[in-house]
């Protein structure tokens, strides 16, 4: 706008505020502030306590009487990584089961249909009235009181084939978590604008293909950290399959000091492993949400690999400036 | 020549409140058709009526001929499904006062969704028309945006090249203006001059009454659910004969 050739005197004012032409006409340049900063002593203090319970933890474990060789001599034995492979696949179809049966339940339980929506309350009512340990034994010894599953002329086959630890620790943690994805789902899809709805119907889109292109995309903001979170929890609760005899982690964990006498020493084994799956899942959920805030922020945030190179690339920077 | 819309004694209750208390108007092809009155006078929702988004609890309403979300034989009417209603849509484009645009869409994508989905037009088709739609509001440079990226009346404008992307015979203005900016509103206005001055057919509920006497072909003053007065913009808007008509223009004019 402003000409660079042209005088203009009267746009050289300072800026900000400070001493305008009105007053007294001194132009003084603005001083930076030099201030002596707020003392936090408390801050100390309150560090040094931390630090000292911190210390006393670490000497109590290094003077406890475990023995440290067998963590590294285990960590990666075959058994335990077989175990540990059991843990993700059980958690990672129960999951499954339970984002595919959740959404359904989330869509019958907000249906028109009083029967369907009455199906959906009295299937989250149950399953998540009653514990997962419960169920899991449940359906463990389904074979107790239904000897043979007959499914007509499709499949026919003694109940204690079909149930096997694997098949019961499936639909024990799958079916337990529909009904809390059921939840989830349901406040994603009710966070979705009626307005997103009405401009979908308004173009011609039947309600099936604006639930699916319009609806659901959009509810993914809401359900997908939950989500993340029911997955993590999964990993942890999959533990519970062990009381079924599902080879999984805590499982073998418990077999194995079964024979060496070292329980303890097994059970940090199976830590690091719990903790290291929900590190890695952690960073894909971080991932997965930042796919879905698509639309939603001006700028999607960095990625860690894209702050770490221009952090590298950039050079030093002014401090206070990002 | 037939009516593009007519309505013969449209009632609507939400509950206990008769919102709609018999609605009879007839809207001439290439029209452009202004609906004004005070909030609350059933002015949006008889918009809304207009395709299903609301359902009337007594009278016709048709469309280019045909009955709005049924279907008459004989003496009994017969409910439309949930496609038959979809397709009676497809040739109403609607424009809300919210915008109501697809958050999770960039512009183009927002105005290719419908083309795609209900037409099953090819994306590259789709896409052809998009860009020329939005170039028509203006908006060539904005096409790879997001909703959130853009202000309220370029917001808006998108959302009127989604509306024509259908290639409707009609188009529905439900307060296009109301949830913008003052210097906001004259870009939107700006291209509904023009998509009248092509011929559109449009109802268009609105308070700019200088849009409705300038561009408007007709209008009709609502009040308390009924319709008090209608003519052309000119003689109601200058010359009002009602004592409610009077009372509302000398508050917003």
């Given at each position: 706008m402003t000409d660079p050739t042209s005088p203009g005197p009267a746009d050289k004012q300072p800026a900000g505020?400070?001493?305008?032409?009105?007053?007294?006409?001194?132009a003084v340049p603005p001083e930076a502030i030099k201030a002596i900063p707020v003392r936090h002593p408390w801050r100390w203090v309150s560090a040094a306590v931390v630090l000292a319970l911190l210390g006393l933890l670490v000497y109590a474990f290094a003077n406890a009487k475990i023995e440290w060789g067998d963590v590294p001599e285990y960590l990666f034995s075959d058994r335990v990584v077989e175990a540990a492979g059991n843990t993700l696949l059980i958690t990672v179809l129960a999951m499954l089961l339970g984002v595919v049966l959740g959404i359904v339940l989330a869509i019958m339980r907000l249906s028109d249909n009083p029967v369907t929506s009455a199906f959906a309350n009295l299937y989250i009512w149950f399953f998540r009235g009653t514990p997962v340990l419960l169920q899991l034994l449940l359906w463990y010894n389904l074979g107790l009181v239904f000897q043979t599953l007959n499914l007509g002329p499709l499949y026919k086959n003694e109940m204690t084939d079909v149930m096997t630890p694997f098949v019961a620790a499936l639909l024990g943690l799958g079916l337990n978590e529909a009904a809390y994805m059921a939840e989830i789902v349901r406040a994603g899809i009710q966070s979705v604008d009626e307005g997103q709805t009405e401009a979908s119907h308004a173009l011609g889109m039947s309600r099936g293909r604006t639930m699916r292109r319009i609806v659901l995309p959009q509810a993914m903001r809401v359900i997908v950290p939950p989500t993340g979170n029911e997955f993590i929890n999964m990993l942890k609760t999959s533990s519970l399959a062990m009381v079924i005899q599902y080879t999984e982690l805590t499982f073998v964990a418990n077999e194995i000091s079964a024979t060496n006498l070292n329980p303890m020493e097994m059970y940090i084994v199976v830590a690091v492993w719990y903790l290291a799956m929900t590190s890695v899942f952690s960073v894909v959920q971080y991932y997965i949400e930042r796919h879905y805030a698509k639309g939603s922020v001006r700028q999607l945030p960095l990625t860690p690999m894209q702050k770490l190179r221009r952090n590298i690339f950039s050079g030093p920077r002014m401090k206070g400036t990002r | 020549m037939t009516a593009m819309v007519t309505a013969e004694g449209v009632h609507k209750s939400f509950g206990p409140t008769h919102v709609l208390k018999g609605i009879d108007l007839e809207v001439a092809p290439r029209e452009v058709f202004c609906l004004v009155g005070p909030s609350g006078s059933g002015k949006s929702t008889f918009l809304r009526c207009i395709n299903h988004l609301e359902k009337i609890n007594a009278g016709r309403l048709y469309v280019d001929g045909h009955l709005v979300g049924y279907r008459q034989q004989g003496n009994k009417l017969y409910e439309l499904k949930d496609k038959e209603v979809a397709a009676q849509r497809k040739d109403i484009g609607m424009v809300f006062q919210r915008f109501n645009l697809f958050p999770h869409m960039t512009a183009l994508e927002n105005v290719m969704e419908a083309p795609v989905q209900?037409?099953?037009?090819s994306k590259a088709t789709a896409r052809e028309r998009a860009k020329r739609l939005l170039d028509r509001v203006g908006l060539a440079d904005k096409a790879s945006g997001y909703p959130t990226q853009l202000s309220g009346g370029q917001q808006q404008r998108v959302a009127i090249a989604r509306a024509l992307a259908m290639e409707p015979k009609l188009m529905l203005f439900d307060e296009p203006t109301s949830a913008l900016d003052p210097e906001l509103v004259g870009e939107v206005l700006d291209v509904m001059r023009d998509l009248a001055q092509s011929g559109m057919t449009m109802i268009v509920v609105t308070h700019e009454m200088g849009f409705a006497r300038e561009v408007g072909d007709a209008l009709v003053f609502m009040d308390d659910g009924a319709v008090v007065e209608s003519g052309h913009p000119r003689d109601v808007l200058t010359n009002p004969q009602h004592q409610r008509t009077k009372a509302f223009l000398s508050k917003v004019l």
């Open positions: 505020p400070g001493p305008s032409k009105t007053g007294a006409a001194t | 209900v037409k099953r037009e």
